[in-house]
T-cell receptor, first 114, second 115 residues
Framework: AQSVTQPDIHITVSEGASLELRCNYS??????LFWYVQSPGQGLQLLLK??????LVQGIKGFEAEFKRSQSSFNLRKPSVHWSDAAEYFC????????????FGKGTTLSVSS | DSGVTQTPKHLITATGQRVTLRCSPR?????VYWYQQSLDQGLQFLIQ???????AKGNILERFSAQQFPDLHSELNLSSLELGDSALYFC??????????????FGPGTRLLVL
């Protein structure tokens, strides 16, 4: 069965420092991978997605993620964090069929210190 | 703004009651998904409709039901509500053109509080 693990429940990063949020997935075939962000009281906003091709994908707000099949990982990175990046981040996996439901990780809460 | 709208934003009701949550997908999207976000279970898929037909079911309770109407909006009905049903309910929509997983765009959610 598909599953997603986000090992870090809460991370605190200084403003201007780099960020890496970890995501590991379990899926037998080629996964479709997503990162969403949820600000307090808000819905889920898509940051980036990986379907195929280049394993390094660029997203909005300066985020990028790298798909590593050998490690079953899809970690999210940002070179310099801004205070407005404080939010909850969710990694999700979808099956390789059209229009299937997403399986989400438990999320990582990012706090940014000044 | 994702283009997915959900009403109401907040809902407070009592145990045993029934409520209806409404979702309008993005223009052109045929598929609607419902998810529940709670502190203990996280984000869980409930049910999916595609062009009016039920497509997939997840961890949806028998007390819950949904439908998608000809204009493609969807409603999630929750009945015999219990305290544990308090959660944030999200609707998402996608195109579903076949052959690959489509991006799902999420609405702002409906926060349900059962007292």
């Amino acid at each position: 069965a598909q599953s997603v693990t986000q090992p870090d429940i809460h991370i605190t990063v200084s403003e201007g420092a780099s960020l890496e949020l970890r995501c590991n997935y379990s899926y037998g075939a080629t996964p479709y991978l997503f990162w969403y962000v949820q600000s307090p009281g808000q819905g889920l906003q898509l940051l980036l997605k990986y379907f195929s091709g280049d394993t390094l994908v660029q997203g909005i707000k300066g985020f990028e993620a790298e798909f590593k099949r050998s490690q079953s990982s899809f970690n999210l990175r940002k070179p310099s964090v801004h205070w407005s990046d404080a939010a909850e981040y969710f990694c999700a996996v979808g099956a390789d069929q059209a229009g299937t439901a997403l399986i989400f990780g438990k999320g990582t809460t990012l706090s940014v210190s000044s | 703004d994702s283009g997915v709208t959900q009403t109401p934003k907040h809902l407070i009701t009592a145990t045993g009651q029934r409520v209806t949550l409404r979702c309008s997908p993005r223009s052109g999207d045929l598929s609607v998904y419902w998810y529940q976000q709670s502190l203990d279970q996280g984000l869980q898929f409930l049910i999916q409709y595609y062009n009016g037909e039920e497509r997939a079911k997840g961890n949806i309770l028998e007390r819950f039901s949904a439908q998608q109407f000809p204009d493609l909006h969807s409603e999630l009905n929750l009945s015999s509500l219990e305290l544990g049903d308090s959660a944030l309910y999200f609707c998402a929509s996608s195109v579903v053109s076949g052959g690959r997983s489509e991006t799902q765009y999420f609405g702002p959610g409906t926060r349900l509080l059962v007292l």
